[in-house]
């Protein structure tokens, strides 16, 4: 089946490690896109890629950097984790055109004690 | 800066009854208007989106919203609510990246309770 996968599915972290969150996409889709959800604050966007090999700052991406060697993979990584950081992370991806629509994976339940 | 306001953190409506989900939005130009849907555990899905034409648009599970443009608005409704449509509901606005993509601003969401 067609979509976004993402793993870990949960993960509990000590501050202070470093962590990597994977998200893969098999659509072809040319962007891909990293958000945060928060209680009461909705998804707020990390870090974004129009296309493979080129990556942009979104709304809240210190803390948090990506890469995009290929077309299908876009990992966001926690240098350093820090408690704030708690939250789930969602993967998204959509095509080209501004029209298109992002499509979401299902998440990664990141915990940091 | 875009912005997107659900002013309802929660709704509880009774199976069968009908459903209006606010969402008022501030945006310089036309805007590009979505509502997503998220089921528990799961990611959002996208139940319909708003671009141009008619201002009236139709979406998955039954789900509709019209765009008001002299009240920023771009409220969700359903006619008749079912027990599975407990979910937390986004509503977002969009604007385009230059190079391709769109940015999407959310909402803080609405979460849905159906009584049976």
């Known amino acids: 089946i067609a979509g976004i996968t993402q793993a870990p599915t949960s993960q509990i972290l000590a501050a202070g490690r470093r962590m990597t969150l994977r998200c893969t996409q098999d659509m072809r889709h040319n962007a891909m896109y990293w958000y945060r959800q928060d209680l009461g604050l909705g998804l707020r966007l990390i870090h974004y890629s129009n296309t493979a090999g080129t990556t942009g700052k979104g709304e809240v991406p210190d803390g948090y950097s990506v890469s995009r060697a290929n077309t299908d993979d876009f990992p966001l990584t926690l240098a350093s984790a820090v408690p704030s950081q708690t939250s789930v992370y969602f993967c998204?991806?959509?095509?080209?055109?501004?029209?298109?629509?992002?499509?979401f994976g299902p998440g990664t339940r990141l915990t940091v004690l | 800066a875009q912005s997107v306001t659900q002013p309802d953190i929660h709704i509880t409506v009774s199976e069968g009854a009908s459903l209006e989900l606010r969402c008022n939005y501030s945006y310089g130009a036309t805007p590009y208007l979505f509502w997503y849907v998220q089921s528990p555990g799961q990611g959002l899905q996208l139940l319909l989106k708003?671009?141009?034409?008619?201002?009236l648009v139709q979406g998955i599970k039954g789900f509709e919203a019209e765009f008001k443009r002299s009240q920023s608005s771009f409220n969700l409704r359903k006619p008749s609510v079912h027990w599975s449509d407990a979910a937390e509901y986004f509503c977002a606005v969009g604007s385009l990246f230059t190079g391709g993509g769109n940015k999407l601003t959310f909402g803080t969401g609405t979460q849905l309770k159906v009584e049976l």
């Open positions: 998204a991806s959509s095509q080209r055109e501004f029209t298109d629509t992002q499509y």
């Open positions: 708003y671009f141009s034409g008619d201002t």
